[in-house]
């Protein structure tokens, strides 16, 4: 079974441009989960979709969003890029209260 | 809010020591607790889990208790080997809450030989 899947594996853009990251959560899953990590921090939580609704979000600017798709996979998009926002972004999906796997991440570098 | 607290690292042990990695929580409801574990340059991966109270979850040699009366989930595993240098986070999830997977800041463990 496949697991999550999250593209590209690695982002370059410069300031002010917009980023796009993509997640594929596992079969069956409902619920996926946007984290930042930045270096040398721990996982900041983005954002929270369920059954194509945003449950919740972190303590983030407006310039971060994000949508579920009907197959439940999920996008991010992170608008006029800042240089702070140099980070592994993870996804991660789970269904009601199991655990949520996670995926490899994508790493964006604001240049 | 819901939130875990976990002990600082990093944490720097000679193979095959003892490990303890202090982890606390506060949560509203009843929560699932959660070890993930992240090795250099990979995403997290689910170590172990307990659901309920007085449950342990074990894997690869890690145990956990959840102990509702400490409010507590401590890591530990009796000889650590240097694949075990990784960094380790507490989470909780409380079913049907409105908050998603509550991080740890994440503990740094390195195993030296």
């Known amino acids: 079974e496949a697991g999550v899947t999250q593209s590209p594996t690695h982002l370059i853009k410069t300031r002010g441009q917009q980023a796009t990251l993509r997640c594929s959560p596992i079969?069956?899953?409902?619920?996926v989960y946007w984290y930042q990590q930045a270096l040398g921090l721990g996982l900041q939580f983005l954002l929270w979709?369920?059954?194509?609704?945003?449950?919740n979000r972190g303590n983030f600017p407006p310039r971060f969003s994000g949508r579920q798709f009907p197959n439940y996979s999920s996008e991010l998009n992170v608008n006029a890029l800042e240089l702070e926002d140099s980070a592994l972004y993870l996804c991660a999906s789970n269904f009601a209260d199991t655990e949520a796997f996670f995926g490899q991440g994508t790493r964006l570098t604001v240049v | 809010g819901d939130s875990v607290t976990q002990m600082e690292g990093p944490v720097t042990l000679s193979e095959e020591a003892f490990l303890t990695i202090n982890c606390t929580y506060t949560?509203?409801?009843?929560?699932?607790l959660f070890w993930y574990v992240q090795y250099p340059g990979e995403g997290l991966q689910l170590l172990l889990k307990a659901t309920k109270a007085d449950d342990k979850g074990s894997n690869k040699g890690f145990e956990a208790t959840y102990r509702k009366e400490t409010t507590s989930f401590h890591l530990e595993k009796g000889s650590v080997q240097v694949s075990d240098s990784a960094v380790y986070f507490c989470a909780l999830s409380v079913y049907r809450g409105n908050t998603p997977l509550v991080f740890g800041k994440g503990t740094r463990l390195s195993v030296i030989a």
């Open positions: 079969s069956g899953h409902t619920s």
């Open positions: 979709y369920d059954e194509g609704e945003e449950r």
């Open positions: 949560a509203t409801g009843y929560p699932s």
